[in-house]
């Protein structure tokens, strides 16, 4: 089975500017989420879909971050502008919603430097 | 609010050795889930072993097995004959029942040869 594809690996952006990241779940995977890992810390959760629905985005701010998972598969994380503090890797998840399918497969991340 | 604490941001060990890495959550819910993942550097996170909070029994898998202390709140790894494809960073993780996933800080582990 192919894992959580997310693309690109990494960007080089200057602040202000705007910058999208995508992810492929893997196939079947109901849920998935989108983490923000800032460097010597844990990732943080940023927003969670189940299929094509927002079941929690209360640490997404949304001034400038903004997610959709159009037709429950494929999703896109955008920044937009970026500022220095947003330099991270961003890591998309996917789960699939079974009962006692409990585990979470994490993509490669996204490395995102703001200058 | 759930929070996921890891005291111990460095700890090394042996090559052959066994280390415990310690981890302490917070919760209200009773019926939660919890995880050790592991993320070697510049790679991809990969889960070690979860532990369903309603099973007293601990889990284990091949050399990794947790010490699940629910009163205590608290979830340790224990990792035995340490090899040197263990070093990484080491998170602990929670699911509440909302399905969101919180992560502590982690701990990075060196194996020395």
């Known amino acids: 089975e192919a894992g959580v594809a997310q693309s690109p690996r990494y960007k080089i952006i200057e602040k202000r500017q705007s910058v999208a990241f995508w992810c492929n779940p893997i196939?079947?995977?109901?849920?998935l989420y989108w983490y923000q890992q800032i460097l010597g810390q844990g990732p943080k959760l940023l927003i969670q879909?189940?299929?094509?629905?927002?079941?929690?985005d209360s640490q997404l701010p949304k001034d400038r971050f903004s997610a959709e998972r159009l037709k429950g598969v494929d999703s896109t994380l955008k920044i937009q502008p970026a500022k220095l503090e947003d330099s991270a890797v961003y890591l998309c998840?996917?789960?699939?919603?079974?009962?006692?399918?409990?585990?979470?497969?994490f993509g490669p991340g996204t490395r995102l430097l703001v200058l | 609010a759930q929070t996921v604490t890891q005291s111990q941001p460095e700890m090394s060990v042996q090559e052959a050795e066994t280390v415990t890495l310690s981890c302490t959550y917070d919760?209200?819910?009773?019926?939660?889930?919890l995880f050790w993942y592991k993320q070697p550097p510049s790679r991809q996170m990969i889960l070690v072993i979860r532990?369903?909070?309603?099973?007293?029994q601990n889990a284990t898998e091949n050399r990794f097995s947790v010490n699940f202390q629910k009163a205590a709140k608290s979830f340790s790894l224990k990792i035995s004959d340490s090899q040197l494809g263990d070093a990484a960073m080491y998170f602990c993780?929670?699911?509440?029942?909302?399905?969101?996933?919180?992560f502590g800080t982690g701990t990075s582990l060196t194996v020395i040869p």
């Open positions: 998840a996917s789960r699939r919603r079974l009962l006692g399918e409990e585990t979470q497969y």
């Open positions: 919760t209200s819910e009773s019926d939660y889930y």
């Open positions: 993780a929670y699911r509440n029942t909302g399905n969101q996933f919180y």
């Open positions: 532990q369903e909070a309603y099973k007293q």
């Open positions: 879909f189940q299929n094509n629905g927002v079941v929690d």
């Open positions: 196939s079947g995977h109901a849920t």
